[in-house]
């Protein structure tokens, strides 16, 4: 059992199944490519990151390649909803609303996308086991760890 712990539990929880899936033995190559594109982190600098993320959810950036229709299609769907929620919030003449892409990791951004859609932590979770086929043997609960200051 994996225990999730933190103060952000979505990011948290896609770092624990990150860590997860790289025990996986994979069953096939386009499981091997999905995961490899949601393991991505794109670029450090602030234009290529950006650039790249436009062609990730454009479906055109060669972290496609070897990614079938059918994964294809769920994990695009994910991305470009977390991506309509970041235009959303978006403020054309407010440059501290902009959402900076870089070094972000796509399952993260899958993963969050998937919560948002799903409204639950939990189906975001059980769908990530799906796409990176951890056993469903495996079971993932979800912790929150506060810490209380005294006066």
Not at 58 to 75: C, E, K, M, S, Y
């Amino acid at each position: 059992m994996a225990s999730l712990l933190g103060n952000n539990a979505s990011s948290q929880s896609t770092l624990q199944l990150l860590m997860l899936i790289n025990a996986v033995v994979w069953q096939n190559m386009s499981t091997e490519a999905a995961v490899k594109l949601l393991k991505y982190r794109l670029p450090k600098d602030e234009a290529a990151a950006a650039d790249q993320w436009k062609e990730v959810i454009a479906g055109t950036d060669p972290l496609w390649h070897g990614v079938t229709a059918d994964f294809r299609g769920i994990i695009l769907g994910f991305l470009r909803h977390f991506d309509s929620r970041i235009q959303a919030a978006t403020k054309p003449d407010d440059p501290s609303s902009h959402f900076r892409f870089q070094g972000g990791n796509l399952g993260n951004f899958f993963f969050s996308g998937a919560r948002m859609f799903c409204g639950k932590l939990q189906a975001a979770v059980t769908l990530w086991k799906l796409i990176s086929t951890i056993p469903n043997l495996t079971e993932v609960s979800m912790s929150v760890f506060l810490k209380q200051q005294s006066c």
